[in-house]
């Protein structure tokens, strides 16, 4: 398995939590809400494979897919109940996590979770498609602008990883596109007994809310929030914000 970079910010060994990042991002975004949290929690979290500190991703052939192995890793984290945070792709992982093991969560805060099977969008079905098609022809560069034009920034120039990233971008369409995990099985988010709080920027794309839509109504404990002025990346952009409402779900549980 790649090597996984840990990251660790001290609190209340009593309140374990554990959050989880999005594509083309790192550990590291963690570190201002952890410190706007002032220590409620004692929060871990890593670098998923081929992003900031860890190793690239580079599967044995007997390794699963991209989506199973980030949940493995994550899974690795939890030794008793935790508040579970997470973000963007980050986010589908946490939502399987509480599916498989509700008892192994506290809280659980789902921050623009990209998980699309929930609610089939047009638009993101012509960004899917134009990203494979980028990427069969070997433009990986067009794929991570298109990519990035509407799930982040695209910057002046992009760094050989965000290269090296979208192809990682496109292995999660199966699970994020079709369930291939299964997340939306009957009866998985109703088993969820922890107060889930759903939070959404002002400025994402329309499909952001649909999904937040379809997975509330099927939550037993649900409340959900959104942040004005803020896109997809809201806990780099917003983070006090961000964790003023992780705070409010904390206090829930």
């Not at 999904?211 to 959900?224: E, H, N």
Request: charged share 20%; glycine share 8%.
């Amino acid at each position: 398995m790649t090597a996984v970079h840990k990251r660790h910010w001290a609190g209340d060994p009593d309140r374990p939590a554990l959050a989880l990042h999005c594509m083309m991002g790192s550990g590291s975004y963690w570190g201002p809400i952890a410190t706007a949290l002032k220590g409620r929690v004692d929060l871990q979290g890593f670098d998923m494979p081929g992003h900031g500190r860890s190793d690239d991703w580079l599967p044995a052939r007997d390794d699963p897919d991209y989506h199973t192995a980030v949940t493995r890793i994550a899974a690795s984290f939890i030794e008793r109940p935790l508040d579970l945070i997470g973000h963007s792709l980050g986010a589908t992982v946490a939502l399987r996590i509480a599916v498989a093991a509700p008892e192994a969560v506290r809280s659980l805060t789902l921050i623009e979770p990209v998980l699309f099977a929930a609610a089939p969008d047009a638009a993101q079905d012509v960004l899917d498609d134009q990203m494979r098609a980028a990427l069969d022809a070997g433009n990986d560069q067009a794929a991570a602008q298109a990519f990035l034009s509407v799930w982040g920034a695209v910057p002046a120039n992009l760094s050989p990883a965000m290269l090296r990233q979208i192809r990682l971008v496109a292995d999660t369409g199966p699970t994020l596109r079709h369930d291939r995990a299964n997340i939306l099985r009957d009866g998985g988010l109703e088993a969820i007994d922890a107060p889930v709080l759903l939070i959404s920027g002002q400025k994402s794309p329309p499909v952001i809310g649909a999904i937040a839509d379809a997975l509330a109504v099927r939550l037993p404990d649900v409340g959900r929030a959104q942040v004005p002025d803020a896109g997809h990346i809201l806990p780099l952009t917003h983070p006090e914000q961000v964790a003023g409402l992780i705070a409010v779900n904390l206090d829930r549980a």
